[in-house]
């Protein structure tokens, strides 16, 4: 990281000054981004830069490079290779997010978080396993929405440690269902940066171990998303998955990775249709069509 200071940029016309700086970030951006050559080696690199402004004597040096701080990564969550300028909103967002983060790690610890079981149906309406949904009901009976604490949880890492948890309560509670005279699969999901950690089979092996739970009972769900990056390492991960006896599941199919080569090279067990094909089916002749493709292919494979 580095840190570049402009003076006199509002001297002469002070409303001047967000656009010159704009405009400076944006140069070395830009000069940053041109090609190096170095052994006989092309390199590119790319520069996430944020801009904040010193408004009369109330800001510390501290407070400065902090807002420019927020701004830049404020850049880098909207895609890297860019410029932001610092918005009090910005500011306010981070210190959310923190403490967010902060009370989600504290909910792990002291229970506030619970699985619930959404059964699964056949075709005769009979129960064919069940999918396991994560909350998180705060002390003061409040409730945060996993599309809320989720994205928090994975940028900020916590999602592995609430990954490994949410497995070994689902093995405790298939345990705990096959005890009450109702087995059934049990289907978690997990997140793309914790199927990408190193150790992530052996994690879920050393819990198969801990727990007794019989592997072919637990389907693991992902989204295509996984599929995206590293392809020939995500094989390779599936099948040592697949190798222990767990089975893996395509979640909210049909609604990101455009390539459907993967299908022919992972050992998928099953196919989940986004809901945004099934909402208007059998009214919407188009989501119908895609369904209709999506059961022949799944069908052939």
Known sequence: EFVVLLDDLGADRPDAAPARALAM?????????????????????SASVGVALAAGGAQTVHDLLREADTAMYHAKALGRNGV???????????????????????ALEHGELALHLQLQL????????AELLLRWRRKDGSSVPPDVFIPVAESSGLIVALGEWVLRQACLAWHALSAAGHPLPLSVNVSP??????????RV???????GAPADQLILEMTEGVMVERMEETIARMGELAALGLRISIDDFGTGYSSLAYLTRMPLYELKIDKSFIRDTPHDRDATAIVQSILAMAGQL
């Open 25 to 45: 970030a944006e140069q070395l951006r830009a000069a940053l981004a041109e090609r190096l050559d170095i052994d006989g080696q092309r390199y590119y690199a």
């Open 84 to 106: 932001a300028l610092f918005e009090p909103a910005m500011l306010v967002e981070a210190e959310r997010k923190l403490t967010l983060e902060r009370d989600l790690a504290n």
């Open 122 to 129: 056949d075709h005769a309406g009979a129960p064919s396993g």
């Open 193 to 202: 940066v914790q199927f990408r950690q190193p150790d992530f089979v052996a």
């Open 205 to 211: 092996a050393a819990i198969l171990e801990e727990t």
